[in-house]
């Protein structure tokens, strides 16, 4: 199993910075992929920006050029999400994924979530 802890949301205007950090532990060696989506009230869970174990990343179309998700070198169990120029359309809760393969099996772990509200 693997455990995943969040920090770094909260309250920012709109045009603000924040980052997020999602700290993994347990099986961690079964990790092929981690990333972070959020979920708006009323609106389905959705990718906000991926990064596999190569250390390929990839954005929703609408963080493109304002959000970076990157890796702690030194952990690579550690991953964070810069979040630049933020818009009021960006206030979500944000939950951490671990993406998993262990004997052929696929399993998505996720965080508890983290609260994002920008205001305008």
């Known amino acids: 199993q693997v455990q995943l802890v969040e920090s770094g949301g909260g309250l920012v205007q709109a045009g603000g910075s924040l980052r997020l950090s999602c700290a993994a532990s347990?099986?961690?060696?079964?990790?092929?992929?981690m990333g972070w989506y959020r979920q708006a009230p009323g609106k389905q869970r959705e990718l906000v920006a991926v990064?596999?174990?190569?250390?390929?990343?990839?954005y929703a179309d609408s963080v493109k050029g304002r959000f970076t998700i990157s890796r702690d070198n030194a952990k690579n169990t550690v991953v964070y999400l810069q979040m630049n120029s933020l818009k009021p359309d960006d206030t979500a809760v944000y939950h951490c994924?671990?993406?998993?393969?262990?004997?052929?099996?696929?399993?998505?772990?996720w965080g508890q979530g983290t609260q994002v509200t920008v205001s305008s």
């Open positions: 990064i596999t174990g190569g250390g390929s990343t990839n």
């Open positions: 994924n671990a993406h998993t393969t262990s004997a052929w099996v696929e399993y998505d772990y």
């Open positions: 347990g099986s961690i060696f079964s990790i092929t992929a």
